[in-house]
């Protein structure tokens, strides 16, 4: 089965959704696909133990009553099978799609690092413990230490806590100067200020980073070092992300430029392929609300609403410079390239310990010589891991992009030897 | 609040309420362990957003991720044992 569209939009986190609505008006067909299983995307997540949020109510309700959009959740990119077209799948189909344009918004993941006992049950990202617990993860009555980078971990604590759990300590690695320097030029921004302000916790820690995860087949405590002392902490979970680092892999096999980890765009949020926009932290990590404004511009662009889209340069300058501050005071300390041992796992779906990754190369000897990154995730995670700890690039992908059903796969391998039609 | 979803986790009957995800119904289920990896290790969901893999399980007799499939009636999900 084959479905043309006008345009796609890839990611349905604040930045596609904005930009479906203001691409919208144009009466173009549009597709908005997104491997959730709601729109919303990282912070508007749906589920059982998830707060509303006014903001994603908002562009649900118009792009519900936009007839010429259509939502596709809990649906993934397989395959490219031809120069403007994908291959998807959804737990019942699959089929391929053709689009005249396409706007990237496949948004960030958190940046998870090895640590000695970071595979035993109960370690999770920050973001990640967040999500789960959106998901209805109960943690009612449990001690949790959060740990790692960045403003994330302020907002999965708030979440950890409003579910019943009992926060023991926030250990971020940024130091305290660095911290005091950002929260001083927070009063550009008042909205960040009275989230920051809304979500401290006394058990904030700067310059602390975890050591090590111990636990028999369950985290049970966590070895933090606050500056010069290594301190002990009995534990139920452990929540630990280093911040966020763009998907910018879909758009690096398409072909798009990329440069410093993030999908490279002009002030129209063209990408350097033609035809294919790209918004959202794929683009560089910079919050929900850069990520909208550029959502839109990228949406009113491709339906050549240029002026609509010009008039948002001034707003998205405003969030950039938040982008910016965030970059810069949350750096990660090189002291973390420390953090796993030899005999760590960095590749948790080949288990394949980080000295054996290591004593490589480059990424290309390790997979040769370990099959780091040959699993499920396809690097995902020690990929990105290893450009941290390593310096190395992150890899691109292969088809499959995500592990695939044999139908769908059947249905590109078909279309590969040119077979007529394939079928689901 | 709509009635709560029945399924089974490992053959044991689960009532959760709608908009349970899969990754949690593991937690209410049992020790919320999805896998065990290569080297013998339980492991459980990390991420939480579809990128680790690691909470891939039986779902209806296909592999799903726990962490992106809500709960549904009559659900079977199975844990890699
Ligand atoms: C785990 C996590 C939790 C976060 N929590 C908060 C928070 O509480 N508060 C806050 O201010 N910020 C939070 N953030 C930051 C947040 O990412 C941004 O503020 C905002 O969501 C970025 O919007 P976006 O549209 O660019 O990307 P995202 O919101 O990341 O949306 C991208 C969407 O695209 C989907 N996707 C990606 N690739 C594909 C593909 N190939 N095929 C189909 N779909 C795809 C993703 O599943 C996702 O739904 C969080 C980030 C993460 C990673
Ligand atoms: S927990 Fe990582 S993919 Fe589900």
Redesign the pocket.
Known sequence: MKRDVDLLI?????????AAVAASASGQRIAL????PA???????AGAQAPRYPAAENLRAQLAAAKNVECFTA???IAQTGAHELLLENPLHSWRIGYTQLIL??????VLLPFPGWTLPGVT????L??LIKGGVPVRGERVVVAGSG??LL??AA?AKAAGARIECIAEQASLASLAAFALQLPRWPGKLR?AIELFDRHYQPHSHVVEALGDGRVQAVRIRRGSRLVEIPCDRLAC?FG?RA?T??AQTLGCAIEAQAVVVDNLQRTSLAGHFA????TG????????V??AIAGFAAVGLLAEAQALTARRRHWQRFADLLKRHFALDPELKSLPTADTVLCRCEDVPYGAVAQQASWRQAKLHSRCGMGACQGRVCGTAAEVLLGWPTPTLRAP??PARVDSLLHAAALSSAAPTAVE | MSSAIELHINGQLLRVTPGTSVAAALYLAGDGSSRTAVGGQRRAPL????ICQECRVTIDGQRRLAC?TPCTAGMQVESQP
């Open positions: 890839l990611g349905a986190g604040p930045a596609g959704m904005a696909v997104d491997d959730n729109t919303g995307g990282q912070i508007w997540r649906t993934r990119v918004c496949t948004g960030a993941r958190e990202g920050a973001g990640g967040q999500a403003p994330l907002a999965s979440s989230q992300g966020l998907n892999e879909l918004a959202g932290e794929c990590i910079g919050g929900n609300e850069l990520a909208q550029e959502g992009f995500v | 991420c939480g957003m579809g992106q």
